[in-house]
C-alpha cells in the first residue's frame, strides 16, 4: 500500500506503482538555491559538485530508462569491445547510479516499516539472503561474486545509514513520521528483490571499467546527477555515496 512518508513526490515502483512516497521537495532540497552536494569520491578525494536544486524535478523513470529492463534489453555485449563501448556510453554507470538511488528511497519504506513493527534496522539473516542471492546472479552472468557481495555490503550498509538517520529524524521531529505501514516482506523487499537484478546487469555492463582511471568519474557524475534530479538530503546523498563506493 502507498506510504506517504513526507509528501507527495513520487518514488520508486512497488509492484509496478508508486509506493514510496519519497522525502519532499523541501525536506530534501530546502531551499531553491545553489546547494554544494558534496560527494565523498573515494578515500583519497573529495569531489564537490555545485548544483541548483531544479524547481520541479521528478525522479527518473528508472524502471524504463535505466533499470533492470533497460540493461538487460540492451544488445548482447560480445566480447571486450562491446562491453567497453557500453561502458564509454554511460549506460551501465548511469544504470547503477539510478538503481542505487532507487534502492535507497526503498530504505525509506523500510524504515518506515520498522518505526511501526519495532524491529531492529540490523537484520543479519536477510542480509545473508541478499547477499547470496547478489552472488548467486552474479556467478549466472560471468561477474565475480566477490565484487558482487562487496558492492551489496556497501548497499546494505548504505540502507542501514539512511534508515538509522530517518529513524532519529522522525524520533526527533515526530510530526514529520510517515503515517502508512508498508509491507516489509510483501512490497519492499520484493522491490528490493527487483533491483538486485537489476544492479548485476550494471555491474556486469561496468565491469570491464573497474580500476580504470575514468571509472570513479564517470560513476560520480551519474551519481550527483541523481542526487540532483531526486533531491536527496545530505543523508540520502551520503547514503548513495556509501552505495557505490566499491564499484570502482
Ligand atoms: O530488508 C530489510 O529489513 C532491510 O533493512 C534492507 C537491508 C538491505 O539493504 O537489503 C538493509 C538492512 C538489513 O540488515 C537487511 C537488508
Redesign the pocket.
Known sequence: MPVNTRSAHPGPSVQGRSAVRAPSARARCPRPALRAVAWLAGPAAAVVLLTACPASAAPLPLSSAAGPGHTSGAPPASGHRAARVQGEDGRGFAALAGLSAE?LE??DQ?AA??LRSG?P????A??RV?LEEAARKATARGLDPVVARRV?RD??E???AV?RGLLQRWRAHPEQRPTGRPD?AGE??PA?DRITTGLIDALTEVAPRRGTPGCRAALTTKAAGQAVQRRFDPLHSRGLSRALASVC
Open positions: 534502492r526503498l530504505a523500510v516499516a520498522k524491529t534496522v540490523a537484520d543479519p536477510r542480509e541478499v551489496f548497499q546494505i548504505a540502507s542501514k534508515q516489509l519492499v523487499r528490493l
